[in-house]
């Protein structure tokens, strides 16, 4: 079948190409009810406008880059955030007529195409996900005429919006959990210390045993279920009569029971465990893992909502989501 034309359109409507082109790029000087004649011909022809053209006369490409600094490997592994974040910014950003690029900034090779393609004008604004202290695609898309926004506070000393969720109130929620129950040597498995969601959950966890005068216990992980079995075991070594352990996200926690089961530990008579993003698996591990509970999906929604807002000139001001206490077994 031949494809609908905007002068078909007009004709069928009974007014002026310009006009219809007015219409089908929602600028707003129109009457309701030539709007309204226009767009029951377009309903009628099944009339789909060229993507191409409009983006030249809109300035538009109603799709939105979100960029995750990370291999693939990491993205697509077990951890569910990132699936997650991934699927209610797509929802939100589907909701408001735009279109999600997903793209990957795991290499520095990675890193140039990705500068290439947002320098050539293919998106209306980038969200960036998990970036790390050394990225150095902040600093160069912050230089671009494009809006942008960042998924956690940034690592980097650039100025950018953004949305995050309380890491330091959470780990002190943690903390302080552990200090009710009774724990005296508490330790910590602590995040990446290049991203600033393992920075802020370890300063919590200081800050809340600063305030009891108890010395910290420290093992660093890389929010992996490896990495947190491995610290683990590091942490039973330094201090074997330990008796609880905040541990920065609950893959690590995953593994750092594990290291605890073959050491020969109960959970949680001997050492009590808290984790943190209170992931599904959360639920069902042995015993199940008490754990602080960040609002993945409302945190992704506020980002598009923040970026959105950028399009019109909104307000620039971080958004800080609460984080909540889950308590099961194993604490």
């Known amino acids: ?28 000087t129109v009457t309701p009810q030539i709007r309204e004649a226009v767009l029951r011909a377009v309903d009628e022809l099944g009339y789909v406008p060229n993507s191409a053209a409009r983006s030249l006369v809109t ?22 955030m990132f699936s997650t974040v991934i699927r209610s910014a797509s929802l939100e950003l589907e909701a408001a007529d ?3 690029v997903l793209m990957l900034a ?15 004008g293919h998106v209306d604004g980038v969200m960036l996900i998990s970036m790390h202290g050394a990225d150095p695609l902040p600093a160069a898309i912050s230089r671009m005429s494009v809006p942008i926004v960042s998924y956690g506070r940034p690592a980097v000393p650039v100025p950018l919006p953004y949305v995050d969720n309380d890491n330091v109130g959470g780990a002190e929620k943690a903390v302080r959990h552990l200090l009710e129950r009774g724990r005296r040597r508490i330790a910590t498995i602590a995040g990446p ?26 093992a660093v992980g890389d929010f992996t279920r490896e990495s947190g079995a491995v610290a683990m075991r590091q942490l039973l070594r ?6 609880a352990v905040f541990v920065a996200n609950d893959l690590m926690a995953v593994g750092a029971l594990q290291s605890l089961r073959q050491a020969g530990r109960r959970v949680p008579d001997d050492v009590a465990v808290v984790g943190f993003d209170d992931i599904e698996a959360a639920k069902f591990t042995e015993p199940p893992l008490t754990t602080i509970r960040p609002p993945f999906t409302e945190q992704a929604a506020a ?29």
């Open 238 to 243: 330094d201090d074997p009569d330990l008796d």
């Open 106 to 120: 795991g290499s520095a090779k990675s890193h140039a195409r990705i500068e290439r393609y947002i320098a050539g």
């Open 98 to 100: 735009r279109q999600v």
């Open 193 to 218: 210390q290049d991203m600033i969601g393992g920075q802020d959950r370890l300063a919590g966890y200081r800050n809340v045993l600063r305030e009891s005068d108890r010395r910290s216990i420290v």
């Open 303 to 331: 980002m598009v909502k923040l970026l959105l807002s950028l399009f019109e000139g909104g307000p620039t001001d971080p958004v800080i989501l609460p984080t909540e206490l889950v308590v099961r077994e194993s604490a």
């Open 59 to 80: 300035q538009r490409t109603d799709s939105i880059a979100l960029v995750v600094s990370e291999p693939p490997t990491r993205v697509f592994s077990e951890d569910p």
């Open 1 to 28: 079948m031949k494809r609908p034309t905007l002068e078909a359109v007009a004709a069928r409507a009974g007014v002026s190409r310009a006009t219809v082109s007015r219409v089908v790029n929602g600028q707003a």
